[in-house]
């Protein structure tokens, strides 16, 4: 089951607002991450985490904030976002972050977000 | 740093006939890994093939096959007896096998149109 669930699908939200997106893997991975994708673009790497701890940091605003709660499950808490923050963030996952058939990272299906 | 690019912002092909989309990327490096991903409309990314560097035989996966030339530094994508549920964004992905992190750097992706 290579498969990376992400809720909710889609977002509205002010900018005073605190609202929370939820990525969930069952599939055994010890690496996870965040990116956030304007619409037709690549994805741009946030965050990521490896055996529940922060890695990877790509000098994001603090408005987001990465949690892993255990090693199935990555948050990012938003506050306070600006109407440019609005994009598709997308969760996915890897078995580690070492190299070889391990580092495959499968996606989840995204969540679209709208700040108003 | 390494860069990815894709030449072919759009590329149209008929159904069951098939089309190459290229892929060239810049790096000093010897070791590393490429990725074909695909997107279609509705958002979830979705691995396509991928090529170790040191292998100098091409990928293949059913319908869609890589011609990797690592001297030319070009891994293209070659889809066979294209389907409508192929039209989607296609990413070539480069991820370094040195560097900490397991990045992906993406190149800005072309979109293919598959008429009936």
């Known amino acids: 089951d290579t498969e990376v669930t992400q809720t909710p699908k889609h977002l509205v939200m002010g900018m005073t607002n605190k609202k929370s997106l939820k990525c969930e893997q069952h599939m055994g991975h010890r690496a996870m991450y965040w990116y956030k994708q304007k619409a037709k673009k690549p994805p741009e790497l946030m965050f990521v985490y490896s055996y529940e701890k922060l890695s990877i940091n790509e000098s994001v605003p603090s408005r987001f904030s990465p949690e892993c709660p255990n090693s199935s499950l990555l948050n990012l808490h938003l506050h306070a976002l600006q109407p440019e923050d609005s994009a598709l963030y997308l969760c996915?996952?890897?078995?580690?972050?070492?190299?070889?058939?391990?580092?495959?990272?499968?996606f989840g299906p995204g969540t679209r977000l709208t700040v108003l | 740093a390494q860069t990815v690019t894709q030449s072919q912002p759009e590329m149209s092909v008929q159904e069951a006939e098939t089309v190459t989309l290229s892929c060239t990327y810049d790096t000093s490096e010897s070791d590393y890994y490429l990725f074909w991903y695909k997107q279609p409309p509705s958002r979830q990314m979705i691995l396509v093939i991928r090529?170790?560097?040191?292998?100098?035989q091409n990928a293949t996966e059913n319908r869609f096959s890589v011609n990797f030339q690592k001297a030319a530094k070009s891994f293209s994508l070659k889809i066979s007896d294209s389907q409508l549920g192929d039209a989607a964004m296609y990413f070539c992905a480069y991820r370094s096998a040195r560097e900490y992190g397991n990045k992906l750097v993406f190149g800005a992706g072309t979109i293919l149109r598959v008429k009936s």
């Open positions: 996915a996952s890897s078995q580690t972050l070492a190299g070889g058939n391990v580092d495959t990272q499968y």
């Open positions: 090529q170790e560097a040191y292998k100098q």
